[in-house]
């Protein structure tokens, strides 16, 4: 099982990847310099944001890992993440690593991922809601 859970977020990772594309040519470098230049809009988060944990013991989150827990949640879990915007996906993540580095045990942060990764009537499994937590530990900083 968690061969098929690394190869998902080993897909999602690539597919991302793949999508922005290379020329070959100085654009990239010239497009990296100005996306770096620019100021995110207010109240839209910034990598800074949602790549910092609220716990100072747990260090940084990665937002590779991020965007690929989202994708394999979506893929894994459509009805969890019907009509649901990634951000909030973001935060079963983000929760669940600081009650990590906390010292909650699995079990306690399973069910807390079962109460995040809940979405529109729908819950997940208790089998399911292990299958996250498993999703979700490679993501939090060790």
């Not at 099982?1 to 040519?25: Q, V, Y």
């Not at 893929?75 to 600081?98: F, M, N, P």
């Amino acid at each position: 099982m968690k061969r098929i859970i690394c190869a998902t977020i080993l897909a999602g990772t690539l597919i991302s990847t793949g999508a922005c594309g290379n020329n070959g040519g100085n654009e990239d470098t010239n497009a990296t310099a100005s996306i770096q230049n620019m100021t995110p809009p207010t109240g839209q988060v910034t990598d800074e944001e949602t790549s910092t944990s609220g716990s100072a013991d747990l260090g940084t989150l990665d937002e590779a890992k991020l965007t690929s827990f989202v994708v394999a949640f979506r893929t894994g879990y459509s009805e969890l993440a019907e009509e649901r915007d990634d951000e909030s996906i973001k935060v079963i993540v983000l929760q669940s690593c600081d009650a990590i580095g906390a010292g909650a045990d699995e079990q306690q942060v399973t069910e807390q991922v079962r109460t995040l990764a809940a979405h529109n009537g729908n819950e997940p499994t208790q089998a399911q809601a292990e299958q996250i937590y498993d999703l979700v530990t490679p993501a939090c900083p060790s």
